[in-house]
């Protein structure tokens, strides 16, 4: 079997998506992943469709072993996990692979995603002040200030999605 590894680093889970699809569409599957490592098969062009869910807990926890269990027996294939992040993927000859089909669940992720881009934030800035206090790594202020930066960029992003599926949620409800 001929496989290919591939190293990229996304904060966007949704242009990781995207990409994971191209790639399964040129007929390179995902088989694992690893912090910015991916490993692919070579198999047949548009097998599967990709989709990365982020989990509420660990996916070791009943909660989440519940939800994987529902999702297999839908006919989803849970690729790899890192962390509480989920690869998942469904074959494309059974229909469409929506994971959400209301505006609750969508609004749901998106909060969970949110959530943890403001705790990567919170972990920087408070990383910014030790280093600014107490100057044990000078070299480190610059970078943390600058991916702070770029995660309030995916906050703002998230918190746009946010208002724009809240705002749909309601048009729905007013029909």
């Avoid at 990781?16 to 699809?21: C, F, I, K, R, V």
């Avoid at 548009?46 to 519940?66: C, D, F, Q, V």
């Avoid at 027996?73 to 992040?85: C, H, L, N």
């Amino acid at each position: 079997m001929k496989t290919k590894t591939v190293y990229r680093v996304y904060v966007d889970y949704e242009k990781e998506e995207q990409w994971l699809n191209e790639m399964a569409a040129q007929g390179w599957l995902l088989e694992r992943f690893k912090i910015g490592r991916y490993v692919f098969s070579k198999g047949e062009p548009g097998t599967y469709m990709y989709r990365i869910e982020l989990l509420e807990e660990l996916p070791n926890h009943t909660r989440s072993k519940a939800y994987l269990e529902f999702l297999d027996e839908m006919g989803i294939e849970v690729v790899d996990t890192s962390f509480r992040w989920i690869f998942l993927r469904k074959r494309t000859e059974d229909g469409p692979f929506h994971l959400y089909s209301d505006f609750d669940s969508m609004i749901a992720k998106t909060n969970r995603v949110l959530q943890l881009y403001q705790v990567v934030l919170l972990v920087n800035i408070i990383a910014v002040c030790i280093n600014v206090i107490s100057p044990f790594a000078v070299w480190v202020i610059w970078p943390n200030i600058a991916l702070a930066a770029f995660i309030a960029y995916l906050i703002q992003r998230q918190t746009q999605k946010l208002r724009t599926l809240k705002g749909l949620r309601e048009i729905s409800e007013q029909d």
